[in-house]
């Protein structure tokens, strides 16, 4: 049985993102049977009706093709204003397009989450899942990861040196594996 191919993408545009470092542990901690490519998000432009209309940006196109190549997407959201931010709420609007076909659909989604705060981004995390409604997409519910008190967690380059949040990373990637071979269409 080949590996299961997970899509990851950060909800932050920012190099030095908690949530991207976040990614990148993932990336490393994988279980066995496991691979994680990360999409960055930069290349994707805010949504219109009317570019749309004219043809997906290259962009667009490329991330839309890598969901739908992906076994299972894990999305790494930050939490602003205690909400989902506008960047990830953004990958969702495009990868929910044409809803009859759009690459979202029917997909194993996780989202874990990396926040100075101390909820973790808690409030992002329980936003984006409303997204998922539309989209027909299937949210693993649980476990939770929410990173909280993140500049704690990583060093300065960004690599993970929690043990403990390392440990409950292992385990929401195992949980996440099953949860994707258990809805793999």
């Known amino acids: 049985m080949s590996a299961l191919k997970i899509l990851g993408f950060a909800g932050s545009l920012r190099r030095a993102s908690f949530n991207r470092a976040l990614l990148r542990a ?77 690459p979202l659909a029917h997909k194993p989604v996780g989202i874990i989450g990396a926040s100075p705060g101390m909820t973790g981004s808690a409030r992002g995390q329980s936003q984006l899942r409303q997204a998922f409604e539309f989209t027909n ?30 440990a409950y990373l292992r385990r929401y990637l195992e949980a996440f594996m099953e949860w994707t071979h258990r809805l793999r269409v």
């Open 137 to 166: 997409s299937y949210c693993m519910p649980q476990p939770e990861l929410l990173v909280f008190r993140a500049h704690e967690k990583f060093d300065p380059e960004g690599r993970l040196i929690d043990e403990t949040t390392g």
């Open 26 to 102: 993932a990336q490393d901690q994988a279980p066995e049977g496991m691979v994680i490519e990360i999409f960055d998000l930069s290349v994707v432009p805010l949504y219109n009706g009317d570019v749309e209309a004219e043809g997906d940006p290259d962009g667009v196109v490329a991330f839309k093709q890598a969901i739908r190549d992906a076994d299972g997407v894990l999305m790494a959201t930050p939490e602003y204003n205690h909400g989902v931010p506008g960047v990830m709420k953004n990958a969702v609007d495009w990868a929910s397009r044409p809803p009859q076909s759009a």
